[in-house]
């Protein structure tokens, strides 16, 4: 099994900037993937940026250009860096695992609010 931790969400003015991380324990080596993805009151769960064990990444098209996501190996951490956020980033963002057997790994979720 992995589990994930994310920290790092809170409260930010339109225009500032947060760091999520997420550090992953368990089993993983089992990891194939990881990602962040976010969900807001009402909207569906989106993915906002992806990154393979190879240090291939993705993004969403909102986001391209203002958030960076990298991972550290010897931490087994995954960071999310967001720049010059907008109101519409507010929401809960969650750290994901894409495992080797197919199953999927879920954090509990960290809130991003930014005003306006």
């Not at 947060?18 to 769960?45: D, E, H, K, T």
């Amino acid at each position: 099994q992995v589990q994930l931790v994310e920290s790092g969400g809170g409260l930010v003015q339109g225009g500032g900037s947060l760091r999520l991380s997420c550090a992953a324990s368990g089993n993983r080596f089992s990891i194939v993937a990881m990602g962040w993805y976010r969900q807001a009151p009402g909207q569906q769960r989106e993915l906002v940026a992806g990154i393979t064990s190879t240090g291939r990444t993705n993004y969403a098209d909102s986001v391209k250009g203002r958030f960076t996501i990298s991972r550290d190996n010897a931490k087994n951490t995954v960071y999310l860096q967001m720049h010059n956020l907008k109101p519409e980033d507010t929401a809960v963002y969650y750290c994901n695992a894409d495992i080797l057997s197919g199953a999927q790994a879920w954090g509990q979720g960290t809130q991003v609010t930014v005003s306006s």
